[in-house]
């Protein structure tokens, strides 16, 4: 790490390789916030829940994520911290996505114990 660079990411200049670094803490945070819904059997889809995550450039969500109810006070703080840093990453680089709508899911269905997001 370069000493002379400024602690706080957020005062680095906006180069490839602040970048690079901050994709991969995005991606890092996004893995362990799926980690730790993984951690959880899906039995009751009725004991799960979902809420958008991430966001494209042009708007909308990234995607849905299926987490527990019993989960949701530690792990919805998590995904709304991803979402809006993800949402800064974008407008600090000019980040383009495409702006496909991503359809809210209508349920969720428990399948090998591992909870998936049903569109109907």
């Given at each position: ?8 990411i ?16 995005l ?12 951690k959880?059997k ?5 004991e ?24 949701e ?5 998590k ?8 949402k800064?990453f ?8 495409d ?11 428990c ?10």
């Amino acid at each position: 790490m370069d000493a002379n660079l400024p602690k706080d990411i957020s005062e680095r200049p906006a180069d490839e390789n602040s970048q690079k670094y901050e994709q991969a803490q995005l991606d890092k945070l996004k893995a362990s916030i799926e980690s730790e819904i993984a951690k959880e059997k899906c039995t009751d889809p009725a004991e799960w829940t979902f809420a958008p995550m991430g966001a494209k450039a042009c708007g909308g969500p990234q995607l849905y994520i299926a987490y527990p109810k019993k989960l949701e006070t530690s792990i919805l703080p998590k995904i709304n911290d991803y979402t809006e840093k993800v949402k800064a990453f974008n407008q600090k680089y000019g980040i383009m996505s495409d702006c496909m709508l991503i359809i809210a899911p209508t349920s969720i269905k428990c399948v090998n114990g591992k909870a998936e997001l049903v569109n109907s």
